[in-house]
C-alpha cells in the first residue's frame, strides 16, 4: 500500500474515518467512489487493523484461512483504486470530539494536534479482547492471544521459547494453528468450553459453510502436529519460577495439572472498543450546527468479525453518502449484519465454558482485576463490604476501578460482573457506567492542544474554503 | 550491512524497516519492559495501543512501544527507571 503523505492537510472533509481496519476502509473505499472527501486516520503506520496487519517490508504474510484471505485480497483491491481519493493519515490516534465539534487527532508523526471538523465522523475503532483476570495475567510473558498473534502478523515470526495458550474460544485454535505453521507448536490450548460436547450449537454453524472450513482446517492442522487442545478446563493461575511461567488449570475432570511455559497468551472473547467514544447519532440522523455526525461501524458498533465489518462498513458508507450529498437518512446496516451475528451467537454458545462462572468465588482476594491502579478482588469486596448497594460509578470514583490509563478497556466489564456477583444483584451491572464518555480519550499535550484550538477550521467551513495546514 | 539498533537499557537492539520497538524488543527477547508508576509490571499485552501495559519511555515521552516504529539510535527506557 503506498504511503500517502499530502504536502496539505484538508481539516474540513466530509467524511473523517477513525480506524484502517476493514470497517473504515470500507466506509473510506464507498465514500470515495461518491466523491466525496476522506480522510482516515490510523494509528498504526499501515491499514489493515488487527485483522488484516500487514508483514513489515520483506516479511511474507502470515496465511490466513480462506474465507478471511479471499476477504482481504478484495478490501486491498479495492481500496487501492480509490487509494488517490482518500487522504490517510498514519502514526495518528483520535483523542475526542470536543464540546464545539471538532474532532481532535493526534499526529505523532509530527507531534502536532489536528482539529479536524468534518461533516461526519466515522468511528472504526475495531474491538478489545475479553480477557477474565486470574492470578499472574499481568506478568511480563503474558499477553492477550490477538496481541501475540498481530505480533506473529507483524514479524513473521513467533516468540522464542514455550507457549500456552488458554481462555475460550476459537481465536485460540487459529493462534495455535499459526504458531505450528511457524514451526513453534503452543504446548497446549486450554479451553474453558467444549464444543464437542455442545453438538447442538456446533451443527447450527453447518449453515455458515465458511467458518466450519476455517474451523476444519485449524483443528486438522493442531491434530497432525498433536498438540492437546484440553477442553472443559478450568484456568486458575499463572505464578512466575526461575524465569518460566507455570500455568496451572483443572483439567475436565476437575483434577489440577500444569505447565512450564516462557510465554501464556490468554483470550476470553472479543468486545466492541468502543469506551469513551462520543455516543453515535440515533434516528433520522441530521447533524447539530457546527457538530459532525457521529456514526460507528465494525467491531466497535458490534463485534461480529471481519466479514461483517466489511458488508456494514460498505453500507454504512453507501447509505452516509446518499445522506451526505441528497440529505436522505443514514440507515444503519442492520439487514446485513443479521446472518453474522447469528454465527457468532452459536460461535459463543458452542465455546460456552463448561464450569460455573461464578469469577468471585473463584478468584483468589489478592487476584488483579484492574492493572492501571493496581486494584485487587480485596479492594472490590471491601468496598461492597462497606457500602451495600455501591453504584458502578462509585466503584469507579471511590475505588479507581477502571479509572486509570486504559480507560477500562480491560477491566471495566470484569469490575461490573464481580461488582454484579457480590452484591447478589440480579440485574446486570452495565460495563458503560463504569466507563462512560471521556474527553480526551488519551493524554494530548495542552501547549500542542491549544495551538490546535487556535488554527481549528469554525463552525460551518465546508470542504470549498479548504484551511490548509502544513 | 549491519541493522539499525536503538538503545534499551544497557542493550542495542537491532530493528528490521518499519518495525515497531515492541516488535523489535520481542525479537531480542526482551519480555520485561520494567515497571510503570504505579508500581505494575509493564510489558507487551494487547498490541492494538488500548491497554497502555507496554508504555516506554520514547525521548523522555511515554508511548505505547507496540503503536511505536523503531527508529535508529532511539533512546527507549523504562517508565520508572528504579525498578527496572
Not at chain 1, 515470526?157 to 499459526?178: D, E, I, K, M
Amino acid at each position: 500500500m503506498p504511503d500517502i503523505t499530502p504536502d496539505t492537510l484538508n481539516l474540513t472533509p466530509d467524511v473523517l474515518i477513525i480506524g484502517g481496519g476493514p470497517a473504515g476502509m470500507s466506509v473510506a473505499i464507498e465514500c470515495a467512489r461518491a466523491g466525496l472527501v476522506v480522510t482516515l486516520v490510523e494509528q498504526r503506520p499501515r491499514l489493515g487493523g488487527a485483522i488484516f496487519r500487514q508483514p513489515v517490508n520483506g516479511v511474507a504474510p502470515l496465511a490466513l484461512a480462506a474465507g478471511p484471505e479471499r476477504l482481504k485480497a478484495r478490501l486491498f483491491k479495492d481500496f487501492a483504486a480509490q487509494v488517490a481519493r482518500i487522504h490517510c493519515v498514519y502514526g495518528a490516534l483520535f483523542a475526542g470530539l470536543d464540546a464545539d465539534g471538532l474532532a481532535i487527532v493526534e499526529d505523532r508523526q509530527t507531534s502536532r494536534v489536528l482539529p479536524f471538523r468534518p461533516r461526519a465522523l466515522v468511528l472504526a475503532t475495531g474491538a478489545v479482547e475479553a480477557v477474565l483476570p486470574r492470578p499472574g495475567w499481568t506478568l511480563p510473558g503474558v499477553t492477550t492471544a490477538g496481541g501475540l498473534q498481530v505480533l506473529m502478523k507483524e514479524t513473521g515470526r513467533a516468540p522464542q521459547g514455550r507457549v500456552v495458550l488458554a481462555g475460550s474460544g476459537p481465536l485460540l485454535l487459529a493462534l495455535a494453528a499459526q504458531l505450528i505453521r511457524l514451526g513453534r507448536p503452543p504446548l497446549a490450548v486450554l479451553e474453558a468450553g467444549d464444543p464437542i460436547r455442545r453438538p447442538g450449537a456446533s451443527l447450527a454453524l453447518l449453515a455458515h459453510p465458511s467458518l466450519v472450513s476455517e474451523a476444519a482446517s485449524y483443528l486438522a492442522t493442531i491434530a497432525l502436529a498433536r498438540v492437546p487442545w484440553h477442553r472443559g478446563a478450568q484456568f486458575e493461575r499463572i505464578d512466575p519460577c526461575d524465569q518460566a511461567l507455570i500455568v496451572t488449570w483443572r483439567d475436565h475432570k476437575g483434577h489440577l495439572a500444569s505447565l512450564a511455559a516462557d510465554h501464556v497468551s490468554l483470550h476470553d472473547g472479543l468486545a466492541p472498543n468502543n469506551f469513551g467514544l462520543p455516543a453515535e447519532a440515533r434516528g433520522g440522523v441530521k447533524s447539530s450546527a457546527g457538530n459532525p455526525l457521529v456514526i460507528r461501524v465494525g467491531d466497535c458498533r458490534e463485534a461480529l468479525g471481519a466479514a461483517a465489518a466489511v458488508a456494514g462498513g460498505e453500507a454504512t458508507g453507501r447509505n452516509l453518502a446518499a445522506h451526505l450529498l441528497t440529505g436522505g437518512e443514514v440507515i444503519a446496516a442492520e439487514a446485513t449484519l443479521a446472518r453474522h451475528r447469528s454465527a457468532q451467537h452459536h460461535i459463543a454458545r458452542a465455546f460456552a465454558p463448561r464450569r460455573g462462572q461464578e469469577l468471585a468465588t473463584q478468584l483468589p482476594d489478592d487476584t488483579v482485576i484492574c492493572r492501571c491502579e493496581g486494584r485487587t478482588l480485596a479492594d472490590l469486596k471491601k468496598l461492597v463490604a462497606e457500602s451495600p448497594g455501591l453504584s458502578a460509578r462509585e466503584l469507579k470514583l471511590n475505588g479507581r476501578f477502571a479509572m486509570g490509563a486504559c480507560q477500562g478497556r480491560f477491566c471495566a466489564s470484569n469490575a461490573a460482573r464481580l461488582l454484579g456477583e457480590l452484591s447478589h444483584s440480579a440485574d446486570q451491572v452495565p460495563v458503560s457506567a463504569l466507563t462512560g464518555q471521556r474527553w480526551p480519550l488519551r493524554p494530548v499535550s495542552i501547549a500542542a492542544l491549544a495551538a490546535a484550538v487556535a488554527d481549528a477550521p469554525q463552525p460551518g467551513s465546508s470542504t470549498k474554503d479548504d484551511k490548509d495546514i502544513r | 550491512m549491519t541493522p539499525a539498533t536503538f538503545r534499551w537499557m544497557s542493550q542495542d537492539v537491532p530493528f528490521r524497516p518499519g518495525e515497531t520497538i515492541a516488535a523489535a524488543l520481542s525479537a531480542a527477547g526482551v519480555v520485561s519492559y520494567g515497571r510503570d508508576q504505579a508500581g505494575a509490571p509493564s510489558r507487551y499485552f494487547c498490541g492494538v495501543g488500548a491497554c497502555q501495559c507496554c508504555l516506554v519511555n520514547v525521548d523522555g515521552r511515554p508511548i505505547e512501544a507496540c503503536l511505536t516504529l523503531a527508529r535508529p539510535g532511539l533512546s527507549v527506557t523504562p517508565l520508572e527507571l528504579d525498578h527496572a
